[in-house]
């Protein structure tokens, strides 16, 4: 619940400020005094809403939309590289409006801790589920986690990057293009991997 005063738009109207102007002109550029300007608040009610410039960023991260996909509604059980391409264009779906922010808070976070811890979890998490699409694909057992979890981080990351630059999409060779050769690749060779017989391990001796 509010508390007296409280103004949800103000704060709304605060974040949309500091989006755009951090966007522009960086977040050191940009004064307090700025956001509260293009917000149409006085300077007090950024302070009142948050206590330190740089809880702005951290209330930006929370903004950036949910990335947590049920596996249920990508996977096509025996086709890895469509599973993955649905995953991908989900992902795309849920920034497409948040392209600014994106671009924004992967710039920052080489100087902003919290930025950079959130962004990491972020990423932690889209592993998390690049590895359950492809064991869900697969199927249990068919694959090596060791081959999973390289495959899992290769691809996370390459769509951590292309979020990061999608504000500058034309300018980057990191397009739908690219996504699609990376994620191909990366399909391609665990597929080979899962029809591949498997070796037998040589006993330790201490059975």
Not at 77 to 106: F, K, M, N, T, Y
Not at 121 to 128: A, C, E, I, K, P
Not at 150 to 174: G, I, N
Request: charged letters at 30%; aromatic letters at 4%.
């Amino acid at each position: 619940m509010a508390k007296n005063g409280d103004d949800p738009s103000a704060r709304e109207r605060i974040l949309l400020a500091a989006e755009r102007l951090f966007a522009e002109l960086g977040f050191d550029a940009t004064p307090t005094s700025r956001i509260a300007e293009v917000a149409g608040v006085p300077k007090g009610l950024v302070h009142y809403y948050f206590r330190r410039k740089r809880d702005l960023l951290t209330a930006l991260v929370e903004r950036l939309p949910d990335e947590r996909i049920e596996p249920a509604a990508v996977v096509v059980p025996g086709d890895i590289a469509e599973s993955l391409r649905r995953l991908v264009a989900e992902l795309d779906r849920r920034l497409s409006a948040s392209q600014v922010l994106s671009h924004l808070l992967w710039r920052e976070a080489d100087t902003h801790r919290a930025v950079r811890d959130a962004l990491r979890s972020r990423y932690d998490v889209l592993v998390t589920q690049v590895r359950t699409v492809i064991i869900a694909a697969a199927g249990a057992g068919s694959l090596a986690l060791a081959d999973v979890d390289s495959a899992a981080a290769l691809l996370a990351l390459a769509v951590s990057y292309r979020h990061s630059v999608a504000r500058h999409a034309e300018d980057t060779p990191e397009g739908p293009e690219e996504m699609e050769r990376e994620l191909t690749f990366i399909a391609d060779a665990l597929t080979a991997r899962a029809c591949a017989p498997r070796e037998s391990v040589p006993s330790s001796g201490l059975d």
